[in-house]
């Protein structure tokens, strides 16, 4: 990849980061831009909320892409209610730095944008080699394509990660966050995120998406349980989609609903029918975010970098931040000449911190809830 070419990027991963790199490398002129998306163009859309703060949502800003198109209700508030005996005991009122999406409207809102032939769906990359000096992505249908710089964007159980980085292993926190789409609100008008705290080892999180809310129950669960209520260990099944949500899961988290929420929350958790599980999970803090492949480089970024708990609401933001820090080197590689690898060790630089304080702060959160057992090492 040299400052007079026409680098080949290749991003592997099709949810965010890798939309996001993809459209902040095209506006800055790199022409030679392909998003390889595991999953078919047919695979439903699934994800619930997500907070972005200011400086992702200014990246965003930079891409032309208005507010109203993936923010359905601006509220900033954040409404934290203790809750004993099923009934609000204590309210705090908080202003958050930033606006929330949903994962469905972001992922549009990206989509939409990539040319034609720039999206690649069905289209699992399996390897990386060095081939006459460059990369090249081997996918699972047989097909390898060469690349100067890969982008690995592919999410918490990253294929990059595991080429790149091997010694980094995912581990079960012991909670899960159960998640719903329903097509009720528990008031009518809420605009507001509300967060209900009903003893240590729950918590409930719930706000209005476009049709209704989304909500997130939090509740501790062994690795075991997990299996049984999901069919495959956490950190194998690091998504439960509706086809995995049986009976039995359904079963125990209306109970603790009953037991835990007040009525109005708990008669919305009854009443979804389209639910999720996401296993919280932790991973060893990275200490890179490039490596050489012959005259190549890969990066790994957004959660394929480093998955953090989804209480630190960071996952989405540092995935946008440092697609917005590696497409500025880029840039300055490219229209200024800068050394690439200084360029790239800069950015590394720059947000590997935060990368690595998101990862230590899900414990910390994790423990003064009550939830989970492991910690960050
Ligand atoms: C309950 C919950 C609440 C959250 N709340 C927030 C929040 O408030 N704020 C926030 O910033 N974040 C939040 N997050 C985290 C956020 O959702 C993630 O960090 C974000 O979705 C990560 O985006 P990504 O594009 O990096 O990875 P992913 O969304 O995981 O996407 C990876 C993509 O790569 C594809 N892929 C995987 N392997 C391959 C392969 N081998 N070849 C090709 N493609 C592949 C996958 O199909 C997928 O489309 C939350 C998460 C959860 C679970």
Not at 20 to 45: C, Q
Not at 194 to 208: E, H, I, K, T, V
Not at 352 to 374: E, N
């Amino acid at each position: 990849m040299t400052s007079t070419s026409r680098p080949r990027i290749a991003v592997v991963g099709g949810s965010i980061t890798g939309p996001v790199t993809a459209l902040l490398l095209l506006h800055a002129g790199f022409d030679d831009v392909t998003v390889y998306e595991a999953a078919p163009a047919s695979a439903p859309l699934g994800g619930g909320l997500i907070g972005l703060e200011h400086p992702a949502l200014d990246v965003l800003d930079r891409l032309d892409i208005p507010q109203h198109e993936f923010v359905a209700h601006d509220s900033e508030a954040i409404v934290q209610m203790t809750i004993r005996d099923r009934h609000p005991a204590e309210t705090i009122r908080r202003t958050y730095p930033g606006r929330n999406t949903t994962w469905t409207l972001l992922h549009q809102a990206l989509t939409r944008r990539l040319p034609a032939g720039v999206l690649h769906t069905g289209m699992k990359v399996t390897a990386l080699a060095e081939q006459t000096g460059q990369p090249e992505l081997w996918f699972r249908d047989g097909h390898t394509e060469a690349a100067d710089l890969v982008v690995f964007a592919d999410g918490r159980s990253s294929t990059g990660r595991r080429l790149l980085d091997p010694d980094r292993n995912l581990r079960y926190a012991g909670y899960v966050a159960h998640r719903g789409i329903a097509d009720t609100t528990p008031e009518p008008g809420l605009r507001d995120f509300l967060r209900l705290q009903p003893c240590p080892g729950a918590q409930f999180n719930l706000a209005p998406v476009p049709g209704g809310c989304d909500w997130t129950f939090y509740l501790n669960c062994t690795s075991s349980e997990y299996a049984q209520r999901f069919g495959a260990d956490p950190t194998r099944r690091v998504f439960a989609l509706p086809r995995h949500v049986g009976p039995a899961a359904r079963t125990h988290v209306d109970t603790h609903a009953d037991l835990l929420l007040p009525a109005d929350h708990a008669a919305v958790v009854h009443a979804t029918t389209t639910r999720m599980a996401v296993p919280v999970l932790d991973i060893t803090p990275p200490q890179r975010m490039v490596w050489p492949v012959g005259a190549g480089q890969a990066v790994l970024l957004g959660d394929a970098l480093a998955p953090v708990r989804p209480h630190t609401a960071r996952g989405a933001n540092n995935g946008i931040e440092q697609a917005a820090g590696l497409a500025a080197a880029l840039t300055q590689h490219r229209k200024y000449a800068a050394d690439l690898t200084a360029a790239l060790h800069g950015w590394q630089r720059r947000h590997l911190p935060a990368a690595v304080a998101a990862v230590h702060r899900g414990p910390a959160i994790g423990h003064q809830l009550g939830l989970g057992t492991q910690t960050a090492q």
